[in-house]
């Protein structure tokens, strides 16, 4: 199962059009709030980008069952990030050459620290918004 998902990540991040898989499930809708910002020592991990909101999201959901901090946020080009998780600076190679290395993400993935990212567009749940303590 794990090579299935696996094979199926590479085939997306390499843009072989979905068309070509097998059929896919509905797409998530879309959503626009403000991108948390990062610590000054933090990164964000972007494994891809896409023109349009509908492809950005359709990758990111087969990203998050792996990655359940993956997030789609738009970049001032009108392009769609597809980011991962959040590195912090000093602790970027190591766990960027690990993941390239399982071929769990794309080796052209990196840190970026993303200050111009406009606005969330996915998922409905910030995962990225500060946890809050309930008493």
Known sequence: MRMVVLASLAVFASGVSPAALAQQGPVSAAVKRSVTPLKSNEFWLQVASRQTLPDAIELAEHYAPHFPRTAVLQAPNG??????????NGAVKDPLARLKQEGRIPDDSYATPGKTFL???WPAIDPYAPVTGVN
């Open 79 to 88: 392009w769609y990030a597809i980011i991962v998780d959040v590195v912090e």
């Open 119 to 121: 606005w969330i567009a």
